[in-house]
């Protein structure tokens, strides 16, 4: 029997219908950046802050849906994957309390891979489809982070993590066809942080190497 979340509700006001018939394809992560699961979720009920996400995780595992799947939660800003823009009208955004400066809980982790089993069944989301905020909006945002453990969701079929089972290739074609957008300055960077978080110095070998896998892995789904 697969884990059950720790689950309630609280309604936020800041959502909309998903435009042109869209439905979600892709899963965002983001970092809270606030002191408290709770802080975070006030703030993202509040009217006038104008943001929302469908879900915040707390530390100790506990899940606070704030917005219906269907429906167009404002978490995503400006940014764009695959070279489409208005990713909140085909995402769904997972807030996890944290400030990005220390490891994410162990609980909050298990009750992120729960939750992102069940909606990756309901909307027939693939690995490649768990992006970070970072990836879409490169430059403007950072979250979830170089603490976020990518990896560990790759192990489980959760997102998607390079191997060593590709040879070298271009870079910007395969970052593109990945999802990232070449017209960020800052897309390198993104890219970097999520995949080679210690490396340092201008672009090599091993970054073409895990962007041809990455577009290797996404073509298998």
């Known amino acids: 029997m697969p884990p059950i979340l720790d689950m309630s509700h609280q309604p936020s006001p800041n959502f909309g219908e998903r435009r042109d018939g869209q439905r979600p394809e892709l899963i965002v992560i983001h970092y809270t950046a ?40 404002w978490h995503a800003g400006v940014g764009s994957w695959l070279g489409r823009d208005d990713v909140n009208s085909r995402s769904i955004g ?10 994410f809980a162990a609980k909050q982790m298990a009750a992120l891979e729960t939750l992102l089993e069940g909606i990756m069944q309901r909307w027939d989301i693939g690995p490649d489809g768990v992006i970070g905020h970072s990836d879409m909006s490169p430059g403007r945002k950072i979250d979830p982070g170089p603490k976020f453990d990518w990896l560990r969701l790759a192990r489980q079929g959760l997102a998607v993590w390079p191997d060593q089972k590709a040879e070298n ?13 070449l017209e960020n ?24 190497r895990i962007a041809a896998r990455l577009v290797q892995l996404s073509r298998s789904d």
């Open 94 to 103: 997972i807030e996890l309390s944290n400030k990005g400066d220390h490891p």
């Open 34 to 73: 606030m002191d408290c699961a709770q802080a975070a979720i006030d703030w993202l009920c509040n009217p006038e802050a104008e943001v929302s996400a469908h879900y915040v995780i707390a530390p100790d595992g506990q899940v606070t849906q704030l917005v219906a799947e269907d429906m167009r939660a």
């Open 169 to 181: 290739a271009d870079w910007a074609s395969c970052a593109a066809q990945f999802g990232y957008d």
């Open 185 to 208: 300055p800052n897309c390198f960077d993104a890219f970097r942080a999520r995949f080679r978080p210690w490396a340092n110095g201008p672009r090599d070998a091993e970054d073409s």
